[in-house]
């Protein structure tokens, strides 16, 4: 089984050995990155970053400014690591989408759990059958329904109307697009996903218009009412 990576961004060496060996051990894939615009970086580099663990105070970009420009994207789990617990400053971390804070010091055996913790309730929302809008589908019987008539999907329009329904409401760059649905990296290939979103979208009829164009940027799956 492929093992979960994780991205622990710290501006203290020691600290990040620290927390990469206890993850180590419990046979997680760790990248480091020793400021915020290393961490940003390497998350658009890296499409399967399964949670960040993100400290709050850092030279170049602190991790409120991390957490503000990744929940544009994606809703991967951030663990926020806090050097003192601050009420406002957690407030303000929750509301940009922060999953969970641990004060520091702590005990590496207890964030170890807390990682763990958030990863399973993270597993159990990647449900085999989503339903969004009328759209219904089943990844294990690779089937797409809408209003209950079945559709026809080629491989790559499935994966990327997966993409779109996991990632509902949150604005995906072309780039992130083809690195998660494609698998390289984006080298001015805009047309490729242009052309699928364009077949997928006459494939979903009125559904279709689930599908918006973010201009300049790439686009956003999101339901509106008829």
């Given at each position: 089984m492929?093992?979960l990576?994780?991205?622990?961004?710290d501006?203290?060496?020691?600290?990040?050995?620290?927390?990469?060996?206890?993850?180590?051990?419990?046979?997680?894939?760790?990248?480091?990155?020793?400021?915020?615009?290393?961490?940003?970086?390497?998350?658009?580099?890296n499409?399967?970053?399964?949670?960040?663990?993100?400290?709050?105070?850092?030279?170049?970009?602190?991790?409120?400014?991390?957490?503000?420009?990744?929940?544009?994207?994606?809703k991967?789990?951030?663990?926020?690591?806090?050097?003192?617990?601050?009420?406002?400053?957690?407030?303000?971390?929750?509301e940009?989408?922060?999953?969970?804070?641990?004060?520091?010091?702590?005990?590496?055996?207890?964030?170890?759990?807390?990682?763990e913790?958030?990863?399973?309730?993270?597993?159990?929302?990647k449900?085999?059958?989503?339903?969004?809008?009328?759209?219904?589908?089943?990844?294990?019987?690779?089937?797409?329904?809408?209003?209950?008539?079945?559709?026809?999907?080629?491989?790559?329009?499935?994966?990327?109307?997966?993409?779109?329904?996991?990632?509902?409401?949150?604005?995906?760059?072309?780039?992130?697009?083809?690195?998660?649905?494609?698998?390289?990296?984006?080298?001015?290939?805009?047309?490729?996903?242009?052309?699928?979103?364009?077949?997928?979208?006459?494939?979903?009829?009125?559904?279709?218009?689930?599908?918006?164009?973010?201009?300049?940027?790439?686009?956003?799956?999101?339901?509106?009412?008829?």
């Amino acid at each position: 089984m492929e093992k979960l990576k994780i991205l622990v961004v710290d501006d203290e060496s020691r600290m990040r050995k620290l927390v990469k060996d206890f993850l180590v051990r419990k046979e997680f894939d760790v990248i480091e990155a020793e400021n915020g615009e290393q961490a940003i970086e390497i998350f658009f580099a890296n499409t399967d970053i399964a949670l960040i663990l993100l400290d709050v105070m850092m030279p170049k970009m602190n991790g409120f400014e991390v957490v503000r420009l990744i929940r544009q994207y994606s809703k991967v789990p951030i663990l926020m690591l806090t050097a003192k617990s601050e009420e406002r400053d957690e407030l303000l971390g929750f509301e940009l989408g922060v999953d969970e804070y641990i004060s520091k010091p702590f005990s590496p055996k207890i964030l170890v759990a807390r990682v763990e913790a958030i990863l399973r309730r993270s597993n159990a929302a990647k449900e085999e059958v989503m339903s969004v809008g009328g759209i219904v589908m089943d990844k294990a019987a690779h089937l797409v329904t809408i209003d209950g008539n079945a559709i026809e999907l080629s491989y790559k329009e499935f994966e990327l109307l997966a993409y779109f329904m996991e990632n509902q409401g949150i604005a995906l760059s072309r780039e992130k697009i083809l690195n998660h649905v494609w698998n390289y990296d984006y080298i001015g290939e805009a047309r490729t996903i242009d052309t699928h979103v364009k077949k997928l979208r006459s494939k979903l009829g009125k559904k279709g218009d689930f599908i918006k164009t973010i201009w300049g940027m790439g686009y956003k799956f999101e339901v509106t009412n008829p």
